[in-house]
């Protein structure tokens, strides 16, 4: 059974500060997560949340204070983990006397690619993120968007099998993330693990499987997005078509049902709760009385209003 | 490894595109090619300077006389050729009745405009000289054929052949400086390669300050922003992201700095040697190893620079700490230099001599002896000129104690060792009964150079001519006689040396020593070694004679039958007493034996090396003696009483040791003065931790100047050179550890450090 892309329990960072390091700022307080292979996994949490530490640790860019950490089964951090990693960091900054090809000739030689190999890559690599004209320019000419797909670039270059991406689509205009989004799912297709750090949770809803909430370095959540999303005070809505009486029957039993006539043999029912068992158990009822389901529509929140939720809860709860 | 080379590759590409690197390029092609038009021109020798005229006032008169016969003349010929001022000149020069200011005239100047005018020669002139073999193959030539500077060799040649008395003959060839078409001074009297070793003191002296100061500085100012920047937030996360270690791209990055600096050190010094090989003719490979010496002393510099741009990421805080290290290096340097030389050596006692009861120590040629009251050595020996203000340090032979009249003798030497100046003029005297108060004796041998004990007491002094006795009453001294300021030695009355030997053509003695059981003495003057027998009546025959190819440095002992020569080519050489060679020892450093010590039975010999350490030599038995003694790396003097030996260490502290049993027996030691005890505990081992880039210099101008340069060039064991750091590879090695220890440090630091 292949082990998880991620796998992090309960995993701690202290980064010492001041005078004889007496102050000390806990980043990172018994994180727990697991990340499969082949998924889209966006880590999510306001400034200060400790995404980017744990990234780092993940890494061996910063080293944990305690926990265990691994990567595709390896210790995080060690030599064999990073190689098959592809990292794109937020705020990179490649250095100015290079040209796109340069660095990625650069960057696939610290991959430990041959300089053949690279040769071999970067051209449909450059063509993939939308730079195949800006090969032989200096990146001190680039914008600030095209610094930021030669950063996906070199984090592509050597084949990946996890793709770790701090805010990816910074700097990126739209054409430019729906396109990323594209060769995001195009990596999932190939069975590439990519976990995001993101604040642009739109993007983030658009293309993750599953998501995790961080927040002063604990883990206030984990789970898929549609779970999420879901509103637990929502209410489940029916259009069905059948005869009044028949309708009747299949809801005589039921409280907290509402019904109203849509003209025709059609009707609106409203169930006032979320729970899926009662939906289940409305369904089957219906059914049974020959109601026909035209449409069923349940109540969901934006992943916005939801991750926004479960801060606040989690503040009050402090 | 392919990751670190793309990043030291990455280094190089980024020096390319950097305009620094052309900046500096360019700037290094404008030196060089304002280097290029700088060369020597080999000329026929022919220029008159003001120094080969022997006699300006007999050949003014014999121009005028000769001008004004009726015949030609040489002196007609140059007195037709010369402008009316010159005439008047000449004419005023002649007269010695002229005032001062009539006679302004430079004759080597009149005189070599004639020699530069290709008319001067008409035969008749010279009809009733002979002109040398060299000017007439010239004129066989035909002069209107030859260039410039070989009809003024021709007429320097004829002028030559008609005032042989009063002008000097000229070399064959001259050399004349110059910088493209201009001629800068005065052609020289010299082949062009004479000149090399000159120009090579002036190569190092001025990559020393070229590149030993400026360049170093710009180099640290132009990489210091490398690492910083390299492990800055933005590069250093996708750098750490890769499989790669952190120390080794660090160590990566710092070799990528050195090739950028490599690249340029490369250039200027190979274009450096290219001018001088292609303008000069002087093929110095030896110059190249300046690029690596140069980059190592950097790369010193620049491993502080970067373990401070990985601390605090900063460029202008890594610029400003090499700067810091380096004032620091420097001020420590001069810091222990300072202290040493006017504080530490003028305590230092370099001789140790046993007084009866009593201990008596030499120190920059003052006299001390030790007050167990005290317990502190006290000056004594003290003369008429004491009271100077700033008293000439001086070199004294001797003392020497003669226990019969209890009281010791020495004379002062001009400068340190036996060179050529070591002239001396009185023995000096010193007694007990006057409170050991110096007193001048009677006047030395001509080119005495050492004090020596004979059997029974005697005083006997070594000479350049010889060896003498001192026999009668040295106190019964005559008065010199003063003339002109000078004071001349009048022989004494009462006293005398005798010369007890044979009549010697010594050069100046470098060592003297004598066999206290046999009384047989060896003299050593570089060039030979010689040895006498003491006869019975006293008198001394030479037995034995040892000459040498090239002058050696060395000191000599007579011990056990067999004289022992330390030389500076790190042996001890065994000769027997007809100075037959036995075999050589090898002495356990290369540094020069500076004195030498053997007890009265000749068992032992006691080397005291210029390092300042102590060797022993079991005589009898031709292998090492088993003794420690402490000190070692401070010990200035050796000298046996009796059988014990007395080790000088620590500027004044004194050692007694029972050599056989290897016993420490006795100390004589005063409180350590608030100064050296500062610079023993504080200043030295920082100083000794510290590196020391100041002194790759000398490294490099060990390396850059062949061994067999002549003049100026640095000469190891030279006894002459009173302190000279002998170990030049020193510094290379302790700045290596320092440089491994900095990287390792920063190694150290980058593994623990998140980033």
Redesign the interface.
Known sequence: MPTAAIDVQNLRKT?RDGLLSRRAVEALRGVSLAVERGEIFGLLGPNGAGKTTLI?VL?????RTAGEASLLGLPAGS??A??Q?G?L?E?????R??TGN?AL???G????L?RREIRQRRGPLLETVGLARWGQTPIRKYSKGMLQRL?LA?ALLHDPQLLILDEPTDGVDPVGRSEMRTLLQSLKAQGKTIFINSHLLQEVELVCDRVAILDHGALLHQGPIAALTVRADAQARFTVAAREDALRRALDDSSGVESRSLGGDQFEVLLKTNDQATIDGTIDRLRQQGVSLVSLSRGRQTLEEAFLDILARARDQR | MRPYLAVIADSFHEALVSRVLWILLGATTVFLLALLPLGVIEQAGGYLREADILNPGQLTAKIIAQSKLSEPTVGGRIWALLDDPTRRSLEAKADADAPEAARPLNLARALQGVVANREFYRVENWAKIKLPAAARALLAKGLENLPNDQVARFNRLALEAAFPIEIAPAPAKQVQLSYGRWELGLPLPVEPEQLFPAINQVVVWSLGTLLGVAGVFVAVLVTASMIPVTFEPGPVDLLLSKPISRGWLFLAKFVGGCAFIAINAAYLICGIWLVLGLRFGLWNGRLLWAIPLYLFLFAIYYGVSALAGIIWRNAIVSVVLAIVFWGVCWSLGTAVSLIDQFALTPRRMTTIVPAGDTLLGVSRGDVFRWSDEEHDWKKIFIGRDAQLPFPIPQRLAGPLYDAAGKRIFAFSTMRPGFGPLSSSNRLLVGKQSDGWRRDEGLALPSGAAALLGGRESEVLVAASQGIFRLEGDVAAKQADLNLLGFRLALPSKGARFANIGPKTQLRPLLSAAIDPQTGAIALFDGFKLVTYQRGDKGTYSQVGEQTFSSKQFGQAAVAGGEVLLALDDGRLHRYNDRLEPLDAVALPTDSLGESLAVPPDGRYLAIVFHNQTLWMYDVRERREAPLSPSGQGDISAVAFDGQKLLVVDRLTRVTEYDVERGELLRQWQTDMPAVEKFYRYVLHPLYTIFPKPGQLNDTVTYVLTPKDAPAGAVRLNDPENTRRNLDVWGPVWSNMAFLVVVLGVACVYIYRKDF
């Not at chain 1, 890494?59 to 080293?63: E, F, N, Y």
């Not at chain 1, 705020?91 to 250095?95: E, M, Q, S, T, V």
């Not at chain 1, 030689?109 to 430990?112: A, I, R, W």
């Open positions: 980064y780092k890494l061996g860019i910063v080293r030599r064999l990073r190689k990693v990292y960091p705020n990179h900054r490649i250095p006397h290079h340069s000739m650069f960057f030689s610290l991959s430990g041959s950063g070199q």
